[in-house]
């Protein structure tokens, strides 16, 4: 009589996409020589530096690869090299980006203290010691005009899209045509045609004038972005909704605008990333102004022109303090983009 024992342990299918120990290790060796590689022929060469060395590694990399490779066949080999090109790509891509970051954290800390994101600078000359002072207003000032901005571009912007993909309106290729054409205005035409309508005729720079010419900026980003959103949304999911009796309006906003909230989230950053670091309009319009402010009718300050404007003066502090409004300005933005991944990925759940 044949018993069968009975085993608590249950088999875990293999996953191939993950690497094994001999991949990682391969890769390593991999790099290893390739450094050496790289250090050589940056001695050998008038190349020097970290990025002499890089020039180097990044040339030995598929030459190495292919070598170690081409005893298992050709297809192992092409799949090697064309891994590593690819990885050193994205390595060559993401060297600008870091050394910018690290080059903002290394010259832009120096003007931080205890003080620098709570106070102003209403009584404080920015050739002044880096203690006092601070980039508060300028934070303020850049929120309420991004603000308001967007409560006025986003919607706006949506409905674009909506009109576009949704309605198909006799006038949707000319709406396309203007926020492609809008897409392509440079910020100072934007910042003047804002400053002969609004800042003329009210005889002041404002909040308000700032904002407006920010949603000029702005209002193409969204309205392509969430344009092309729209689109990925399945026919069949519309169908659908109009065979159950859902007239077009309310599949459009409780169907498809729902099925793509996080896309349009996506948007509405996007479009903000595409202004908050604008200078040029915000002189025309918004002018500067050194304490904190949300008046919308008056000068505010913001940190592009905070930033602007302590660069221009040519002194040691003041030139610091720029540096700090820089890495303020990328902390915004990085806050920003929290906030939106945040929403877009509990809106995507949903």
Request: hydrophobic residues 55%; proline residues 4%; without cysteine.
């Amino acid at each position: 009589m044949t018993t069968f024992q009975h085993t608590d342990v249950v088999p875990q299918p293999r996953r191939p996409w993950d690497h094994s120990r001999s991949t990682a290790l391969r890769a390593l060796v991999l790099l290893a020589l390739s450094g050496v590689f790289g250090s050589i022929v940056n001695n050998l060469t008038g190349l020097s530096g970290f990025l002499g060395w890089y020039v180097g590694l990044a040339f030995a990399v598929p030459v190495i690869a292919f070598i170690g490779t081409v005893r298992h066949g050709w297809n192992i080999a092409s799949d090697r090299i064309a891994t590593s090109l690819i990885s050193m790509a994205f390595v060559t891509v993401a060297i600008p980006w870091v050394s910018i970051f690290v080059e903002v954290f290394n010259k832009g800390s120096k003007a931080f203290h205890a003080k620098y994101l709570t106070d102003d600078m209403k009584i404080t000359p920015s050739s002044d010691l880096l203690q006092y002072g601070g980039v508060a207003h300028a934070i303020i000032g850049t929120l309420v005009m991004v603000l308001v901005a967007s409560v006025i571009a986003v919607p706006l912007g949506i409905l674009a899209a909506v009109y576009i993909v949704e309605v198909k309106g006799r006038f949707a290729t000319m709406v396309r045509f203007l926020t492609q054409a809008m897409s392509g205005v440079p910020s100072i035409v934007a910042g003047l045609f804002v400053y002969s309508t609004v800042v003329i005729l009210t005889g002041s720079f404002s909040a308000t004038a700032g904002a407006l010419a920010l949603v000029i900026l702005m209002l193409p980003t969204v309205a392509r972005t969430s344009e092309e959103v729209l689109k990925i949304v399945p026919e069949d999911l519309r169908s659908a909704s109009y065979a159950l009796g859902a007239s077009q309006a309310r599949t459009t906003f409780r169907v498809v605008i729902p099925t793509v909230a996080s896309g349009l989230v996506t948007a509405a950053v996007l479009g903000i990333a595409r202004v908050v670091g604008e200078t040029a309009p915000l002189i025309l319009t918004a002018s500067y102004f050194v304490a904190k402010s949300t008046s919308l009718t008056d000068p505010i300050a913001s940190l592009p022109i905070y930033i602007f404007s302590n660069l221009g003066l040519g002194d040691a502090n003041a030139t610091t303090r720029a540096w700090g409004g820089s890495l303020v300005l990328l902390g915004v933005v990085f806050i920003l983009f929290l906030i939106a991944r945040t929403a877009s990925t509990r809106l995507r759940r949903k």
